[in-house]
Structure formats: structure tokens, C-alpha cells
């Protein structure tokens, strides 16, 4: 997402002596480390998230996707169930990330802030009244 906004990621800013560990943003510095696990649930997570109904806008990830990758992961009842929750509770802090973001856009603006390119439809000819 930041990709997306700045061009470039924190790890080519890194990369390229933007940054040190003294002058990374806040946001970064502030970033809770990752404890053992949580590269399960991400992954788990991105997964799941192909998963999820096209249309208007982002939707949540149905439940049967949840369970079935929980079964599919070899968890048991209880296991099954806390990753449930961990991934509806996930799911939910990016749907309200891709509202907010929606909001942003104006209608008629792309993805990337510019001017979508409409097409102009041909007239219809329509009968005006009753031919004699």
C-alpha cells in the first residue's frame, strides 16, 4: 500500500541510504515485531483473501473458506476456532482500510488518481411517434 502511494517500499528506501534505523519514519519504528506464527496467519490471510467475492467494492472473506483452510491446515476444534477469529479480525481492519481508501477516490478518477477515460456512447435512433 505505501508502495503504491510513495513508489518506492521502506526496504528500497533502506536499500538506496534513504533511510538508517535513526531516520525511518515513525510508523516503521513503531511497528510491533513479529513473534513466532504470525507469518502463518499472513500467509494464511493473503490466501484466503483471493477468496473473496468480486463486485462493488471489497467484500468479506466467507466462512467456509475460513474453515475449510483451517481443516486443510490440520488445526484441531479449539485451534480452528482462534484462527477463525484471528482471521475475521484481520479481515475486518483491511475492509475498513479499503473503505477509507475508497472514499479518497472522486468519482471518475482511476486507481492512481487520474481521470478515467470514458466512452462516449452512439445515439440511439428511436421512433419518435407512431408511423403511419
Not at 36 to 60: N, V
Not at 83 to 112: N, T, V, W
Amino acid at each position: 500500500m505505501r508502495y503504491d502511494r510513495d513508489g518506492w517500499s521502506i526496504e528500497q528506501g533502506f536499500a538506496k541510504g534513504r533511510y538508517t534505523a535513526e531516520t525511518a519514519p515513525q510508523w516503521y519504528r513503531d511497528e510491533p515485531p513479529e513473534i513466532e506464527g504470525d507469518e502463518f496467519y499472513l500467509c494464511a490471510f493473503w490466501d484466503l483473501s483471493t477468496c473473496r467475492p468480486s463486485g462493488f467494492g471489497a467484500s468479506p472473506i466467507p466462512w467456509n473458506h475460513i474453515r475449510d483452510y483451517a481443516e486443510f491446515a490440520g488445526l484441531d476444534r479449539v485451534n480452528a476456532l482462534a484462527f477463525s477469529l484471528i482471521i475475521r479480525k484481520m479481515d475486518g481492519a483491511y475492509l475498513d482500510h479499503a473503505k477509507a481508501e475508497e472514499g479518497k477516490r472522486r468519482p471518475g478518477q482511476d486507481d492512481k488518481g487520474g481521470q478515467r477515460e470514458t466512452i462516449a456512447r452512439p445515439p440511439v435512433n428511436r421512433p419518435r411517434g407512431r408511423g403511419k
